[in-house]
């Protein structure tokens, strides 16, 4: 299709390539009236949305606000928690259910944080949505994916997604990638009548088709609705939790009920203070927290990088992006800006030239006026009137000019090298296309045949000077030179094959290279810089020539740019390739199913890939890397497979999300950390008390004070707090490593304190006494399992630890706060006592957690 017939749709006419001696596209498969398909009314749009014949999906990057609101509701832990809370609320008295109002506001709090992140992410969805472009009452639309109905015709370009099902009305040299669904990697060409499968995407050429599935009764939406939602899981943060929870379950359901069968039946306590103080025991075994933290600290960094127009398609991507060694970018539109500016027009074939000299004799070439060739100054075939010899040189680069204004206008959607052209030269003079060949990343080239205003036609090639031109030719040379500059170069040549040729690249006569200037991204540098000092390697995999994509590399500061590797040559080989791919920083002329062997290749090497692309190209290796990332600008297919959207094209932004990454695991690895510490000694406790067969030291209230103070609050702040320490893996391991340690030193000192206050302590109230000395001690070891936590200290972190023990000094000065959590320091004794335990159990914790810092630190 012609340019014009992509903004209207009207009847063909003459130079639409349609009509008589025009072939429509390079396969001829003369769609017959194709531009005829005027698209539905408004009507009849009308009719199919009440009958419910619309696309409606399900938004990929958002849950819904009732499966939020389920997921942080209705959980195994609070369904235990409620049980323990309606408990207490029946024996009393309510302080001793204090428990259950943190997990109300616990569990309100990762709602909201949520459906802020849900907002964020649909707001910016909106931004990033692709919207197809339709016809309807005649005219070519866009509206958004979920407006589509049943029998709407939609255009097509080369990087567009196929949404819907259905079936091809018009082919303009349509090529569809269904490798996402067939895992066929050849490109698919598509005629009138062919089927087409959502899921799918266009490589090449354009066309249209019409919707004949829409919703969830398309190819796609039936395969992946439920893996193309926004998730939570598949990351190694929440597996990880996941089995720390297991490991919980195992361990208190056993304990919980050793306790309440030794206060039950071995205490002979009286019934209601016996259920407290096994709802005291079993309550702090749960890390209740951990998860509600994890999804908040995931939370907050997707609003975080909205407000830096980072779309976050799928939650694991912000910590898979932190997890990273290697990152492969496509230079163009990455290290690159989309646009370009043509520098230099260079004519090959002039006097003295090899191929000037070659083509002087009425080869068909500009200027020498024979037949089936143009002539540059006339434009005439056969019998043309040439032009005089002092003009030829002038006038054989105008018309060269106007070849190039021709190629542009013949493609409906220019990529950014053939836009470059089209903004340098519009006019197209009398030429134009009579069938074209789009450009596909597999061949390199593109194509079309021209024909003048006296019927002289010509085929002709732009694309790849090293794919067109064979080894050893002496414009190779020029080009080298032009690529070494960071240039981009491209040959204008003329084909004595037919466009749909397989071998129409073969024996071209070379007229022309166009010059293109790359515009640099500013903030490339620093980027690049900033994954060296990370230790991430970078890697540039681009189409592009080698050696060009090399130099503006190099430009940017990267190692290794000045050994760039043609990707012909690398080996098919996995293991080889892998090896080449570790030595090497940039390759060129990589094709796209190349740039998917490759991640792979990587991958096979225990690396952890991301990749970055804005281009159709891109598709497949964005598709297996373990993170991929898309520009805003990019082809609708790209962002459909991405895990990242920079909607502002910025690749300065990734930095940002490998920053939001470290955050969330860094936090959570120290939150757990506490959280867990809590558990094993909360389960610590219950055991030896069961062993002594003596009542469990404390209440509820308590263990909610101490659990308040020492890791809800302490653990919100640690968890939201700047974090850039490289993530490292094992979480599970790392974690447990520190927490079990310290639970088992933090209860053995509390159980400690408890006995001797068991033996000190005599008389009616010697139970409340007891518990008291007991609490101080568990409460001053736990604060310094904080202590070391919130290392390295900030002033907001020492004010954090200072504020937490100023509250609990609070309560144990204040008249109505002792009586209500039934705290009350007898003598002074055995508060000493306490204090000199917690101080041996703080040195304790000192030890060990150097010794495992020093022991485990270098694996991890």
């Given at each position: 299709?012609?340019?014009?017939?992509?903004?209207?749709?009207?009847?063909?006419?003459?130079?639409?390539?349609?009509?008589?001696g025009?072939?429509?596209?390079?396969?001829?498969d003369?769609?017959?009236?194709?531009?005829?398909?005027?698209?539905?009314?408004?009507?009849?749009?009308?009719?199919?949305?009440?009958?419910?014949?619309?696309?409606?999906?399900?938004?990929?990057?958002?849950?819904?606000?009732?499966?939020?609101?389920?997921?942080?509701?209705?959980?195994?832990?609070?369904?235990?928690?409620?049980?323990?809370?309606?408990?207490?609320?029946?024996?009393?008295?309510?302080q001793d259910?204090?428990?259950?109002?943190?997990?109300?506001?616990?569990?309100g709090?990762?709602?909201?944080?949520?459906?802020?992140?849900?907002?964020?992410?649909?707001?910016?969805?909106?931004?990033g949505?692709?919207?197809?472009?339709?016809?309807?009452?005649?005219?070519?639309?866009?509206?958004?994916?979920?407006?589509?109905?049943?029998?709407?015709?939609?255009?097509?370009?080369?990087?567009?997604?196929?949404?819907?099902?259905?079936?091809?009305?018009?082919?303009?040299?349509?090529?569809?990638?269904?490798?996402?669904?067939?895992?066929?990697a050849?490109?698919?060409?598509?005629?009138?009548?062919?089927?087409?499968?959502?899921?799918?995407?266009?490589?090449?050429?354009?066309g249209?088709?019409?919707?004949?599935?829409?919703?969830?009764?398309?190819?796609?939406?039936?395969?992946?609705?439920?893996?193309?939602?926004?998730t939570?899981?598949?990351?190694?943060?929440?597996?990880?939790?996941?089995?720390?929870?297991?490991?919980?379950?195992?361990?208190?359901?056993?304990?919980?009920?050793?306790l309440?069968?030794?206060?039950?039946?071995?205490?002979?306590?009286?019934g209601?203070?016996?259920?407290?103080?096994?709802v005291?025991?079993?309550?702090?075994?749960?890390?209740e927290?951990?998860?509600?933290?994890?999804?908040?600290?995931?939370?907050?960094?997707?609003?975080?990088?909205?407000r830096?127009?980072?779309?976050?398609?799928?939650?694991?991507?912000?910590?898979?992006?932190?997890?990273?060694?290697?990152?492969?970018?496509?230079?163009?539109?990455?290290?690159?800006?989309?646009?370009?500016?043509?520098?230099?027009?260079?004519?090959l074939?002039?006097?003295?030239?090899?191929?000037?000299?070659?083509?002087?004799?009425?080869?068909?070439?500009?200027?020498?006026?024979?037949?089936?060739?143009?002539?540059?100054?006339?434009?005439?075939?056969?019998?043309?009137?040439?032009?005089?010899?002092?003009?030829?040189g002038?006038?054989?680069?105008?018309?060269?000019?106007?070849?190039l204004?021709?190629?542009g206008?013949?493609?409906?959607?220019?990529?950014?090298?053939?836009?470059?052209?089209?903004?340098?030269?519009p006019?197209?003079?009398?030429?134009?296309?009579?069938?074209t060949?789009?450009?596909?990343?597999?061949?390199?080239?593109?194509?079309?045949?021209?024909?003048?205003?006296?019927?002289?036609?010509?085929?002709?090639?732009?694309?790849?000077?090293?794919?067109l031109?064979p080894?050893?030719?002496?414009?190779?040379?020029?080009?080298?030179?032009?690529?070494?500059?960071?240039?981009?170069?491209?040959?204008?040549?003329?084909?004595?094959?037919?466009?749909?040729?397989?071998?129409?690249?073969?024996?071209?006569?070379?007229?022309a290279?166009?010059v293109?200037?790359?515009?640099?991204?500013?903030?490339?540098?620093?980027?690049?810089?900033?994954?060296?000092?990370?230790?991430?390697?970078?890697?540039?995999?681009?189409?592009?020539?080698?050696?060009?994509?090399?130099?503006?590399?190099?430009?940017?500061?990267?190692?290794?740019?000045?050994?760039?590797?043609?990707?012909?040559?690398?080996p098919?080989?996995?293991?080889?390739?892998?090896?080449?791919?570790?030595?090497?920083?940039?390759?060129?002329?990589?094709?796209?199913?190349?740039?998917?062997?490759?991640?792979?290749?990587?991958?096979?090497?225990?690396?952890?890939?991301?990749?970055?692309?804005?281009?159709?190209?891109?598709?497949?290796?964005?598709?297996?890397?373990?993170?991929g990332?898309?520009?805003?600008?990019?082809?609708?297919?790209?962002?459909?497979?991405?895990?990242?959207?920079?909607?502002?094209?910025?690749f300065?932004?990734?930095?940002?999300?490998?920053?939001?990454?470290?955050?969330?695991?860094?936090?959570?690895?120290?939150?757990?950390?506490?959280?867990?510490?809590?558990?094993?000694?909360?389960?610590?406790?219950?055991?030896?008390?069961?062993?002594?067969?003596?009542?469990?030291?404390?209440?509820?209230?308590?263990?909610?004070?101490?659990?308040?103070?020492?890791?809800?609050?302490?653990?919100?702040?640690?968890?939201?707090?700047?974090n850039?320490?490289?993530?490292?893996?094992?979480?599970?391991?790392?974690?447990?490593?520190?927490?079990?340690?310290?639970?088992?030193?933090?209860?053995?000192?509390?159980?400690?304190?408890?006995?001797?206050?068991?033996?000190?302590?005599?008389?009616?109230?010697a139970?409340?006494?007891?518990?008291?000395?007991?609490?101080?001690?568990?409460?001053?070891?736990?604060?310094?399992?904080?202590?070391?936590?919130?290392?390295?200290?900030?002033?907001?972190?020492?004010?954090?630890?200072?504020?937490?023990?100023?509250?609990?000094?609070v309560?144990?000065v204040?008249?109505?706060?002792?009586?209500?959590?039934?705290?009350?320091?007898?003598?002074?004794?055995?508060?000493?006592?306490?204090v000199?335990?917690?101080?041996?159990?703080?040195?304790?914790?000192?030890?060990?957690?150097?010794?495992?810092?020093?022991?485990?630190?270098?694996?991890?």
């Amino acid at each position: 299709m012609t340019q014009r017939a992509r903004t209207e749709v009207e009847e063909p006419g003459p130079g639409d390539g349609s009509g008589p001696g025009g072939t429509g596209h390079q396969t001829g498969d003369g769609a017959p009236d194709q531009r005829r398909h005027g698209g539905l009314s408004a009507a009849e749009v009308a009719e199919r949305v009440g009958r419910g014949e619309v696309n409606d999906i399900p938004v990929r990057s958002s849950r819904s606000t009732a499966d939020i609101v389920r997921s942080n509701v209705f959980t195994r832990f609070n369904a235990i928690i409620g049980v323990l809370f309606a408990i207490i609320l029946i024996v009393g008295p309510i302080q001793d259910g204090l428990f259950g109002f943190v997990i109300v506001a616990n569990t309100g709090i990762g709602i909201i944080q949520e459906l802020r992140a849900k907002k964020t992410l649909d707001s910016l969805a909106v931004i990033g949505e692709a919207k197809p472009t339709v016809r309807r009452d005649g005219q070519a639309v866009q509206v958004s994916t979920s407006e589509v109905v049943l029998g709407d015709v939609l255009e097509l370009g080369p990087g567009d997604k196929i949404i819907v099902d259905g079936e091809v009305l018009e082919a303009d040299g349509l090529e569809i990638d269904e490798s996402l669904l067939t895992g066929e990697a050849d490109p698919v060409v598509k005629k009138p009548g062919d089927k087409l499968m959502s899921g799918s995407f266009v490589v090449a050429g354009g066309g249209a088709f019409t919707a004949t599935k829409v919703g969830r009764e398309a190819y796609a939406a039936q395969l992946a609705e439920e893996a193309s939602r926004f998730t939570l899981v598949h990351s190694e943060l929440r597996t990880g939790i996941s089995r720390i929870l297991k490991y919980v379950t195992w361990m208190m359901v056993p304990t919980a009920i050793g306790l309440i069968l030794s206060h039950l039946f071995t205490l002979n306590m009286a019934g209601d203070e016996a259920v407290r103080r096994m709802v005291g025991g079993i309550v702090p075994m749960i890390p209740e927290g951990l998860v509600l933290l994890t999804s908040v600290a995931f939370a907050i960094g997707v609003i975080r990088l909205g407000r830096k127009q980072c779309l976050v398609q799928e939650l694991p991507a912000i910590e898979g992006l932190a997890r990273v060694d290697v990152v492969c970018l496509d230079k163009t539109g990455t290290l690159t800006e989309g646009g370009m500016d043509v520098s230099e027009l260079r004519m090959l074939g002039s006097p003295g030239g090899r191929s000037g000299e070659e083509r002087s004799e009425g080869d068909g070439s500009p200027g020498d006026g024979s037949e089936g060739g143009h002539s540059p100054g006339d434009g005439s075939g056969e019998g043309g009137s040439g032009q005089d010899g002092s003009r030829e040189g002038c006038s054989r680069e105008a018309y060269v000019r106007q070849v190039l204004g021709a190629l542009g206008q013949a493609d409906p959607r220019p990529n950014a090298s053939l836009q470059a052209i089209i903004d340098a030269y519009p006019d197209a003079g009398p030429l134009r296309a009579t069938g074209t060949l789009p450009f596909s990343s597999a061949r390199k080239y593109s194509g079309a045949s021209l024909e003048n205003g006296d019927g002289a036609r010509a085929i002709w090639l732009l694309g790849a000077p090293d794919v067109l031109l064979p080894s050893g030719d002496e414009a190779l040379s020029a080009v080298d030179d032009l690529n070494a500059q960071g240039m981009r170069v491209l040959l204008l040549a003329r084909s004595g094959r037919e466009l749909d040729d397989p071998e129409a690249h073969r024996d071209v006569q070379p007229v022309a290279l166009v010059v293109l200037e790359q515009r640099l991204r500013p903030d490339a540098r620093d980027t690049l810089r900033y994954f060296e000092e990370q230790d991430v390697q970078a890697k540039v995999i681009s189409g592009d020539n080698a050696v060009s994509v090399g130099a503006v590399a190099g430009k940017l500061g990267l190692p290794g740019a000045d050994a760039p590797v043609d990707a012909r040559k690398l080996p098919d080989d996995a293991d080889a390739m892998a090896r080449r791919l570790e030595e090497g920083a940039v390759f060129g002329r990589v094709t796209p199913q190349q740039k998917q062997r490759m991640v792979g290749a990587l991958q096979s090497r225990r690396h952890i890939v991301a990749m970055t692309g804005d281009g159709v190209n891109d598709v497949l290796a964005l598709k297996d890397a373990d993170i991929g990332v898309s520009m805003g600008a990019g082809s609708e297919a790209t962002k459909a497979v991405a895990q990242i959207v920079l909607l502002n094209n910025s690749f300065a932004t990734l930095p940002s999300v490998v920053a939001e990454g470290r955050r969330v695991i860094g936090n959570i690895t120290r939150v757990a950390t506490l959280f867990l510490t809590k558990t094993v000694y909360s389960v610590l406790l219950a055991i030896l008390v069961a062993c002594w067969q003596i009542p469990y030291p404390y209440l509820p209230r308590h263990l909610t004070l101490l659990s308040t103070l020492t890791i809800g609050v302490p653990a919100f702040f640690l968890a939201l707090a700047p974090n850039k320490e490289r993530a490292k893996p094992e979480f599970v391991k790392r974690v447990m490593r520190y927490s079990v340690p310290s639970g088992l030193i933090t209860g053995v000192a509390a159980f400690l304190t408890y006995m001797a206050a068991r033996s000190h302590y005599t008389g009616p109230d010697a139970l409340s006494a007891e518990t008291s000395a007991a609490t101080l001690t568990l409460f001053l070891t736990a604060m310094w399992v904080l202590v070391i936590i919130a290392r390295p200290y900030t002033w907001w972190r020492v004010g954090l630890v200072l504020a937490m023990a100023l509250g609990f000094l609070v309560v144990l000065v204040v008249p109505w706060l002792q009586k209500f959590f039934d705290l009350r320091l007898v003598g002074t004794t055995m508060p000493w006592v306490a204090v000199g335990v917690a101080v041996v159990a703080a040195v304790l914790l000192e030890v060990v957690w150097r010794v495992v810092r020093g022991r485990f630190e270098e694996e991890g």
